[in-house]
């Protein structure tokens, strides 16, 4: 039975989330605000006296002079952050499925050592990976940001979680009618697991398109550059065009703004069954 005092505490709960949701959401209001009112007012006031689009046509019309090619860096941010996505979900799957719907003996060893690897924190494999990079003659080219995560050991150990409390009758029915196991995982175990799909995929799109440090290591041609490096070399060398740099940052999360708006049933239906 609900009291009196039990909707009191959850009216001052809600309350409390909300004033905390402002606070968690003001820095995105200010940055988003800060690209589109004039650079006189950008730390004078919170809201501008009128709102203009200076500061994104001068990254559009600068870009090339500066040596910035900001809408070659985006599209080079989209291309590869897809392409490793597609890529962690289709190897996550193949992966998951043997180790979840398989059994041979080295199935518990190798899944306790993709736990196990997780432990470690990413920045560790930094120098193996930039002189493997260098011995396959791939630094300074997209294919150093995309080969070598191309497979993650969190996506697989989601999937085969997810994959285990997938009812074997599926896939016995499914062996009956002839399907071979590339049909079995890509037609029915991700679209029966397409919450977890969405997490793994939302969270790979999100760590591939905010990843700085790699691409800062083996990218040196501008116009080979991720958008997240460009920007941070741009607001290295032109710092004291704030507007310009408030207006790249918005470019910069916009993608995982609509990507999160898009998918966010997926996602939130993904997190409350990972939490169960």
């Not at 930094?126 to 050991?153: D, E, K």
């Not at 499914?174 to 995982?185: E, Q, T, V, Y």
């Not at 800062?216 to 310009?244: R, T, W």
Request: aromatic share 16%.
């Amino acid at each position: 039975m609900i009291t009196k005092k039990t909707k009191a505490g959850n009216v001052i709960l809600h309350i409390v989330m909300f004033f905390l949701s402002l606070i968690w959401l003001y820095p995105y209001a200010w940055l988003f605000l800060a690209s589109v009112k004039p650079s006189a007012e950008i730390y004078t006031r919170f809201l501008p006296t009128r709102f203009t689009l200076e500061h994104f046509r001068f990254i559009l019309e600068s870009a090339e002079r500066m040596n910035r090619p900001f809408i070659r860096a985006f599209f080079i941010s989209l291309f590869v952050s897809i392409t490793v996505t597609v890529c962690v979900i289709i190897t996550s799957a193949i992966i998951s499925f043997a180790l979840s719907k398989y059994r041979f003996k080295a199935r518990e060893g190798i899944f306790n050592f993709i736990i196990f690897q997780m432990v470690f924190p990413g920045f560790m494999f930094t120098i193996p990976l930039y002189i493997l990079m260098r011995n396959m003659h791939l630094l300074n080219s997209l294919a150093a940001l995309i080969v070598p995560f191309i497979m993650s050991g969190w996506g697989i150990f989601m999937m085969t979680q997810s994959f285990r409390g997938t009812p074997n009758d599926y896939i016995e029915a499914a062996k009956m009618d002839g399907a071979s196991d590339l049909f079995i995982i890509f037609r029915i175990m991700l679209p029966l697991n397409n919450s977890v799909m969405a997490i793994v995929g939302l969270f790979t799109f999100i760590g591939v398109w905010d990843n700085f440090m790699w691409p800062l290591i083996v990218i040196q041609d501008y116009y080979k550059m991720p958008l997240s490096v460009l920007l941070a070399s741009f607001n290295h060398e032109y710092g004291a065009y704030i507007g310009p740099v408030m207006a790249g940052s918005v470019i910069q999360t916009l993608p995982m703004v609509l990507i999160f708006i898009i998918f966010r049933k997926a996602f939130l239906q993904g997190i409350s069954m990972s939490l169960k």
